[in-house]
């Protein structure tokens, strides 16, 4: 049951790059080793929609290992393998890392600063995900061509302290320009080149990246977050770093959840433990995440539950014929439907999943439903505030938790009711945002140290839905949520990410230790996994 999915990224390119456009991106292509001033103003958007795309597989693979949903009927047993996440790990690589160098090498050369400090700023965010997700990994030799055609593996710890450097880099860079703007708006896809959430993007990557390493140093950690809790970071929903679908079908550039999900041949099933999650703690979000195909379906398509209907983590038996029934993404993240239909066995206790204005039903999906102009939440407000809290508990940076906590959900739920009111759901009422929050913050007070990082971490792994990537490296971190046991595990939870298996069979680096590196892999710790 592996998701395969068509090659998003050249639909999107089409889309987003028409006309002439078009073609002058294919006069790249044709000459990658010279490009002009013009060339890259196309070619800065077509990293942007690459990375997006390229990031896909990671997203789907972590976001099965930490339970979020299910797309693979091994990765959900923790059984990995060399083409789990071939397809990213390639194109990151031959594509998007490849056309970033070409942004640095050119624009420094034309002193385009602007387009220089965003690619600093891509290359920095990739690179440190690949650290997190594979640790070792090739950098300083990589992207050089014909001049090394077998890059050496770096330590994860050597590269993270590059790539600090590089972001500081970056900032100077973009601060050599005194406008507002450090591209032309049709150039950049993420922030239309504005240079001020440029920076905070920047900052914010930073933050993550020092709360990332905060076991290794704390010393070092706590002195850096205190000083970017000043600012300039993220500061709002509508600063945050997240990649935007459309809703075309001709050519497609949906949510891929969405083009997988919302056909007549499904490859997830939702992950029974996450939806149990959401239902036992009243959480308005289920409605926006999930939808029911049916109302009383539940797990082994029994006729008596409530139809959220999915498939328990490391189950390894076959699927039945259970794609009208089974439960599918929701309007949020991927653009497909509100759910708005009455739920069954809720609890009377309820305050916040409730039925109430519950008229709506539920049916099965077509392509025709929803818009699939969902979103990729890369860094978001939200995150950013999580992180803080969780560095104010941890490290005693002199934050707030408990206030950034409150803002960290607060920010969550109002970013998905904006985003369902524009895309055919509904608002969350803010009375429903303000009891779930102040709900949240008496149980924080209710409880100890401990206790409080357990509920920040685990509300941070609900808002996080869409995005496994930063739930597999806060779980590797802290240990928390605590994810359901799995029905049949095949090997132990992968501490890493296997390499490419194309990677290990091109490049002449692996050729005496690809195998045992590639076993390595699954119990051996990234640096800041202590």
Same mark, same amino acid.
């Given at each position: 049951?592996?998701?395969?999915?068509?090659?998003?990224?050249?639909?999107?390119?089409?889309?987003?790059?028409?006309?002439?456009?078009?073609?002058?991106?294919?006069?790249?292509?044709?000459?990658?080793?010279?490009?002009?001033?013009?060339? #890259?103003?196309?070619?800065?958007?077509?990293?942007?929609?690459? $990375? %997006?795309?390229?990031?896909?597989?990671?997203?789907?693979?972590?976001?099965?290992?930490?339970?979020?949903?299910?797309?693979?009927?091994?990765?959900?047993?923790?059984?990995?393998?060399?083409?789990?996440?071939?397809?990213?790990?390639?194109?990151?690589?031959?594509?998007?890392? /490849?056309?970033?160098?070409?942004?640095?090498?050119?624009?420094?050369?034309?002193?385009?600063?602007?387009?220089?400090?965003?690619?600093?700023?891509?290359?920095?965010?990739?690179?440190?995900?690949?650290?997190?997700?594979?640790?070792?990994?090739?950098?300083?030799?990589?992207?050089?061509?014909?001049?090394?055609?077998?890059? !050496?593996?770096?330590?994860?710890? %050597?590269?993270?302290?590059?790539?600090?450097?590089?972001?500081?880099?970056?900032?100077? @860079?973009?601060?050599?320009?005194?406008?507002?703007?450090?591209?032309?708006?049709?150039?950049?896809?993420?922030?239309?080149?504005?240079?001020?959430?440029?920076?905070?993007?920047?900052?914010? #990557?930073?933050?993550? $990246?020092?709360?990332?390493?905060?076991?290794?140093?704390?010393?070092?950690?706590? !002195?850096?977050?205190?000083?970017?809790?000043?600012?300039?970071?993220?500061?709002?929903?509508?600063? @945050?770093?997240?990649?935007?679908?459309?809703?075309?079908? /001709?050519?497609?550039?949906?949510?891929?959840?969405?083009?997988?999900?919302?056909?007549?041949?499904?490859?997830?099933?939702?992950?029974?433990?996450? $939806?149990?999650?959401?239902?036992?703690?009243?959480?308005?979000?289920?409605?926006?995440?999930?939808?029911?195909?049916?109302?009383?379906?539940?797990?082994?398509?029994?006729?008596?539950?409530?139809?959220?209907?999915?498939?328990?983590?490391?189950?390894?038996?076959?699927?039945?014929?259970?794609?009208?029934?089974?439960?599918?993404?929701?309007?949020?993240?991927?653009?497909?439907?509100?759910?708005? !239909?009455?739920?069954?066995?809720?609890?009377?206790?309820?305050?916040?999943?409730?039925?109430?204005?519950?008229?709506?039903?539920?049916?099965?999906?077509?392509?025709?439903?929803?818009?699939?102009?969902?979103?990729?939440?890369?860094?978001?407000?939200?995150?950013?505030?999580?992180?803080?809290?969780?560095?104010?508990?941890?490290? /005693?940076?002199?934050?707030?938790?408990?206030?950034?906590?409150?803002?960290?959900?607060?920010?969550?739920?109002?970013?998905?009711?904006?985003?369902?009111?524009?895309?055919?759901?509904?608002?969350?009422?803010?009375?429903?945002?303000?009891?779930?929050?102040?709900?949240? #913050? %008496?149980?924080? @007070?209710?409880?100890?140290?401990?206790?409080?990082?357990?509920?920040? $971490?685990?509300?941070?792994?609900?808002?996080?839905?869409? /995005?496994?990537?930063?739930?597999?490296?806060?779980?590797?971190?802290?240990?928390?949520?605590?994810?359901?046991?799995?029905?049949?595990?095949?090997?132990?939870?992968?501490?890493? #990410?296997?390499?490419?298996?194309?990677?290990?069979?091109?490049?002449?680096?692996?050729?005496?230790?690809?195998?045992?590196?590639?076993?390595?892999?699954?119990?051996?710790?990234?640096?800041?996994?202590?």
């Amino acid at each position: 049951m592996k998701l395969r999915y068509k090659n998003y990224i050249l639909l999107l390119t089409i889309i987003l790059l028409t006309g002439s456009s078009c073609n002058k991106f294919v006069d790249i292509n044709k000459d990658p080793n010279n490009p002009t001033s013009a060339q #890259l103003a196309l070619l800065l958007p077509s990293t942007e929609i690459s $990375m %997006a795309g390229n990031l896909t597989g990671i997203i789907n693979g972590t976001s099965t290992i930490m339970q979020h949903t299910i797309a693979s009927t091994t990765l959900t047993r923790y059984q990995e393998s060399g083409t789990d996440f071939s397809s990213s790990w390639d194109g990151l690589y031959s594509q998007t890392l /490849n056309d970033i160098e070409a942004i640095i090498t050119t624009g420094t050369a034309q002193q385009q600063w602007g387009y220089v400090a965003i690619a600093k700023f891509e290359k920095v965010y990739i690179y440190s995900l690949m650290v997190d997700m594979w640790g070792d990994i090739p950098y300083s030799q990589a992207e050089l061509g014909q001049q090394n055609n077998a890059p !050496a593996l770096e330590g994860g710890a %050597a590269v993270y302290e590059k790539l600090l450097t590089l972001l500081d880099d970056g900032i100077t @860079d973009a601060n050599k320009i005194t406008a507002t703007t450090l591209v032309p708006g049709s150039s950049d896809v993420f922030y239309a080149g504005t240079k001020a959430s440029w920076i905070a993007m920047a900052n914010s #990557l930073k933050l993550k $990246m020092y709360n990332q390493i905060r076991l290794v140093d704390p010393a070092r950690s706590t !002195a850096a977050i205190k000083t970017l809790i000043a600012g300039p970071l993220i500061n709002s929903n509508s600063t @945050d770093f997240t990649f935007k679908y459309g809703s075309g079908t /001709n050519p497609v550039n949906r949510h891929p959840w969405h083009v997988s999900e919302y056909t007549s041949g499904k490859n997830f099933y939702q992950s029974q433990s996450f $939806m149990d999650l959401m239902f036992g703690l009243d959480d308005p979000r289920l409605r926006y995440f999930i939808f029911r195909q049916n109302t009383t379906s539940g797990l082994n398509n029994t006729t008596n539950s409530n139809g959220y209907y999915g498939r328990n983590p490391g189950d390894g038996t076959g699927g039945p014929a259970d794609q009208a029934v089974r439960s599918t993404f929701g309007i949020y993240p991927a653009g497909g439907l509100y759910d708005n !239909a009455p739920i069954n066995n809720l609890p009377p206790t309820n305050l916040y999943l409730t039925n109430t204005g519950a008229t709506g039903s539920t049916k099965v999906v077509t392509i025709t439903d929803g818009t699939g102009a969902g979103i990729t939440p890369l860094i978001t407000y939200a995150m950013v505030k999580f992180i803080r809290a969780e560095a104010a508990l941890a490290l /005693n940076t002199g934050d707030d938790a408990r206030q950034s906590l409150s803002d960290a959900v607060t920010a969550n739920l109002s970013s998905i009711s904006v985003y369902a009111a524009a895309n055919g759901g509904i608002v969350m009422p803010a009375a429903t945002i303000t009891g779930y929050v102040n709900r949240l #913050l %008496a149980q924080y @007070d209710a409880t100890d140290a401990a206790g409080k990082l357990n509920l920040v $971490m685990t509300q941070k792994y609900i808002a996080c839905f869409g /995005n496994g990537m930063e739930q597999y490296n806060d779980y590797r971190r802290t240990g928390l949520p605590v994810l359901r046991a799995l029905l049949s595990p095949l090997n132990v939870f992968p501490l890493r #990410l296997f390499y490419s298996q194309t990677e290990l069979s091109a490049n002449t680096f692996f050729a005496t230790n690809g195998s045992q590196l590639q076993t390595a892999q699954q119990t051996t710790p990234v640096f800041w996994d202590k």
